[in-house]
């Protein structure tokens, strides 16, 4: 069984940056999808970016130019960069690797 524990998440204000991160048991390489997903209650999680093994990135067109995910097989850690937060982008945070799934990382943006 893989685990994957999620970090980053947390209080900020409109506008600023923040990083989650996402740390695997096993070596990242050995996954060719890899993605974060989010959800609100009341609503469907959904996609957020996804990388796959060409490392080729795909996003939301509502995170399009603002998020980015990269990987560090270094660290077996997949990461979502988000610039630009605006309150919409509230939402519990899940990294998907494969056919495993985070426990989530809360973020909000709020002032």
């Known amino acids: 069984q893989v685990q994957l524990v999620e970090s980053g998440g947390g209080l900020v204000e409109p506008g600023w940056s923040r990083r989650l991160a996402c740390k695997t048991s096993?070596?990242?390489?050995?996954?060719?999808?890899m993605g974060w997903y989010r959800q609100v209650p009341g609503k469907e999680r959904e996609f957020v970016a996804s990388?796959?093994?060409?490392?080729?990135?795909n996003y939301s067109d509502s995170v399009k130019s603002r998020f980015t995910i990269f990987k560090d097989t270094r660290k077996n850690t997949l990461y979502l960069h988000m610039n630009l937060l605006e309150p919409e982008d509230t939402a519990v945070y899940f990294c998907?690797?494969?056919?495993?799934w985070g426990q989530g990382t809360q973020l909000t943006v709020s002032s």
């Open positions: 990388l796959d093994g060409s490392d080729t990135a």
């Open positions: 096993e070596s990242i390489w050995k996954f060719n999808t």
């Open positions: 998907n690797v494969g056919v495993y």
